[in-house]
């Protein structure tokens, strides 16, 4: 079955609230792409399971920052090397909140 997963990150000034509306949603895949060159884009906004596992990891820095870590899959789960590189790869990204 193939379906794009994309790389979500979801955000909330008042996160015990699901219905108020505060809720926003980052595509990491387009930052990613909108900040790194050629051979380590994705295929698009929403990579499929060839290019990540959309798992990530997410820590707090700080009382308004935070990082979250992605992978980047140049084959797939069989690893590298692949159609789309060499390697695979772990990139990290500071997340700055303001409310």
Partial sequence: M???????LYASVTPNDMSDGSWTTLNLA???NATVSGLWQ???SDPSESQTTS??????TGPNTAMVCYDYLSNGWSGPSGTDGKYDAIFCAT???TH
């Fill in 42 to 44: 994705y295929n698009g």
């Fill in 2 to 8: 193939g379906f794009d997963l994309g790389i979500l």
């Fill in 55 to 60: 798992y990530t990891g997410l820590t707090a």
């Fill in 30 to 32: 387009a930052n990613h």
């Fill in 95 to 97: 997340i700055n909140t």
